[in-house]
Structures are given as C-alpha cells and as structure tokens.
C-alpha cells in the first residue's frame, strides 16, 4: 500500500515473493495503471492500460479520476471513480496474495448507448511475445520465465464481453444490448501469476 503522496499501488505477491504488483501513476486528469510480475526483487512490467483524455465521452479504459486504497483483512483493494461525458464509472481492484491474482471489477452507469465501452491496455513485453488461448475466457503471456495470465469472468444478467488479444495486448469490449437507458453494465476480469 502506498501513502497519498506516492504513486498508489496495490500487490499480490506469495509469501515465496513471487506475484504480481499494480502502480497507478496519474495521466492528466486520471490515473492510468501498470501491471507487473514480482520475483524477489525483480519486477518486469508487463501491461499497461489505454488511457483517453477528458475530450473523450467514451475512453479506451475507464476514467479513474479519484483513487483509494484500503487494506482489509484479505489485502488491499483500490476503489477508484470517474466520468467521462454523462457516464460515470466506479472500479475496485482487489488483491489475493496467496493465489498470485488480482481483480478488477468495473461498472458504468449510462444515460445512451455507448460508442464503446472497454477496458483496453498494451503489452510491454514485445511483439515477440504473442498470447497463447488458454480457453475461452483466458489468455496466457509468457513474462520472463513466468506466465501472466488475463481472465475475464462472466455475469448471468450481462452478455459476454468480447475479449481478443495479440502481441500488442488486449481489450474487453463489455456488450451493451438496446434496452432502455439509462442503466449499468458491469465486466470483470482478473491477473494471475501462474
């Protein structure tokens, strides 16, 4: 955990010292976020999200204007919130150290229907690193001698988000079906070190 004047920071690293560890410098008006793989004291970034700017009334990632960081009994969880246009988003990310993995969990309320709706980021590792299909709902990056893997999960009352990757990284498109607004869409998707 970070103090307020430090770049926030969240992590899920094993009692071995292996995990994974989330910045979240501010970009403008927002803070954006960098996702990366802990080894000792080796820390390889991997992810980082696709900010837009406050032009936007619907941005690559959501617009997290305002962030916390609470620890609670099972790690730490940010808990950011934005808007952008006359959308207003809210994000949680929680840590579970033990099992290497941290998730978020994203939710926009919407007045109309959105030109897109995402959560988009760029790989760090080079375009020699291409994702591999795990199943349907993961992808797997090979991070230095380590695995990064990306899940989405699913929710009974929402479509599945469109989820593609490739070298450059990857994207989760939340679907948005015609009924009437306003209304919330959530997506959720996850990191682990495998």
Known sequence: MSSESDIQFVDAIDSNGRGLFVSFPRRGDRFGHVVSTVAGDEILPCLVSLEGDDAEEWPDSP??????????????????????????????????AAERRIEFHVACRMKIHPAQISS???????????????????????????????????????????????????????????????????????FQLA
């Open 63 to 96: 617009p997290i204007q305002q962030l916390s960081i609470e620890q609670r009994s099972t790690g730490a969880v940010a808990l950011g919130v934005g808007q952008a246009g006359k959308s207003h988003w809210s994000v949680t990310v929680e840590t579970f």
């Open 120 to 190: 988009r980021y760029a790989s760090l590792l080079g375009d020699a690193v291409e994702p591999s299909h795990v199943d349907a709902y993961t992808w797997s990056w090979a991070a230095g001698d380590m695995r990064l893997l990306v899940r989405q999960s699913l929710f009974d009352h929402y479509p599945a988000p469109e989820f593609p990757a490739k070298s450059s990284g990857f994207e989760i498109n939340a679907a948005v079906d015609q009924m009437p607004f306003p209304k919330t869409i959530e997506w959720r998707y996850s």
